[in-house]
């Protein structure tokens, strides 16, 4: 049995879960999970924990991701994205790439967003993509999500459309910051395409196909290899055993901890990754402990 991590490149037409299904019947592996899902239009690079690191995909969705995705001025659907009914037309020949360009910056930053209705978030015990092929449609929270940059430039595709280039946070919607940017231009918009090339430090270049896990030996990445964003700290001797058995250790200076509870790594001499710490109270405190061999 292996515990790592696994870097997939998600085609179109595929669901999240339908990856989890093929991965655990290509691993031969019941415990397989992933670190944030992508819509089934959507394609792009999946981070796929295998064995005991499933307990550390927490900490891989709460990583920066980058997307590029291909916007559609003119219209909206009910989906935001391709997939949906159109539900609005607009006059927008007039509008220019510089136009869309001013109206992306508009958006970088700690920003606004209402979860679209065809997505996983649950209102009530319920997922809104449930109660939206009902027809019903509910009052959403907004959320707070930070846009960290928006490059726009012309799209290979005919008509007025522009790709944009986005590096953001956890939570993200790029289809409901699709429609944000139309409206904002004074008509709509909806995601033609998108493509996740980038979490944290994962890239799409790492990924393999599905279906290759099953001819090939899986190109799996250490837990440590995994954890490679976060600060970590190097515990020796008896600190080692302590760690093992989730006891708390002495405060101490740790390279890259700037925030308040901010997670760090724990890992033994030979770089094997131990627990996940955070500070707290005057003591470095276990947050997810992994199991010894």
């Given at each position: 049995m292996f515990h790592g991590f696994v870097v997939?490149?998600?085609?179109?037409?595929?669901?999240?879960?339908?990856?989890?299904?093929?991965?655990?019947?290509?691993?031969?592996?019941?415990?397989?999970?992933?670190?944030?899902?992508?819509?089934?239009?959507?394609?792009?690079?999946?981070?796929?924990?295998?064995?005991?690191?499933?307990?550390?995909?927490?900490?891989?969705?709460?990583?920066?991701?980058?997307?590029v995705a291909d916007v559609v001025f003119g219209m909206e659907t009910a989906t935001q994205d391709a997939e949906g009914a159109v539900v609005g037309i607009y006059d927008m020949a007039g509008v220019e790439l510089s136009d869309v360009k001013q109206a992306a910056r508009k958006f970088v930053g700690e920003i606004s967003q209402i979860p679209p209705m065809y997505s996983a978030v649950r209102v009530k015990g319920k997922r809104l993509h449930e109660l939206a092929r009902q027809g019903q449609e509910v009052?959403?929270?907004?959320?707070?999500?930070?846009?960290?940059?928006?490059?726009?430039?012309?799209?290979?595709?005919?008509?007025?459309?522009?790709?944009?280039?986005?590096?953001?946070?956890?939570?993200?919607?790029?289809?409901?910051?699709?429609?944000?940017?139309?409206?904002?231009?004074?008509?709509?918009?909806?995601?033609?395409?998108?493509?996740?090339?980038?979490?944290?430090?994962?890239?799409?270049?790492?990924?393999?196909?599905?279906?290759?896990?099953?001819?090939?030996?899986?190109?799996?990445?250490?837990?440590?290899?995994?954890?490679?964003?976060?600060?970590?700290?190097?515990?020796?001797?008896?600190?080692?055993?302590?760690?093992?058995?989730?006891?708390?250790?002495?405060?101490r200076e740790i390279a890259g901890i700037d925030q308040p509870e901010q997670p760090f790594a724990v890992q033994d001499p030979a770089g094997n990754l131990l627990a996940v710490f955070i500070k707290r109270n005057g003591q470095l405190r276990p947050k997810v402990v992994l199991a010894a061999e």
């Open positions: 997939i490149d998600k085609p179109r037409g595929m669901t999240s879960h339908d990856v989890i299904v093929q991965a655990r019947r290509h691993l031969g592996m019941k415990k397989v999970g992933h670190s944030g899902t992508l819509d089934p239009a959507a394609t792009g690079l999946m981070v796929l924990g295998v064995g005991r690191v499933t307990r550390l995909l927490g900490f891989i969705t709460d990583l920066p991701k980058r997307y009052e959403r929270a907004p959320r707070q999500v930070e846009i960290h940059s928006i490059e726009v430039s012309a799209s290979h595709l005919p008509g007025l459309v522009a790709k944009l280039d986005v590096r953001c946070g956890k939570g993200t919607y790029i289809r409901t910051l699709a429609a944000d940017i139309g409206k904002a231009l004074g008509g709509g918009a909806y995601l033609g395409s998108l493509r996740r090339l980038e979490v944290g430090s994962f890239q799409i270049h790492q990924a393999v196909q599905i279906e290759e896990l099953s001819v090939r030996p899986a190109p799996i990445l250490s837990p440590a290899q995994g954890l490679a964003d976060y600060p970590s700290l190097i515990v020796e001797g008896s600190e080692v055993v302590d760690v093992q058995h989730g006891r708390c250790l002495p405060d």
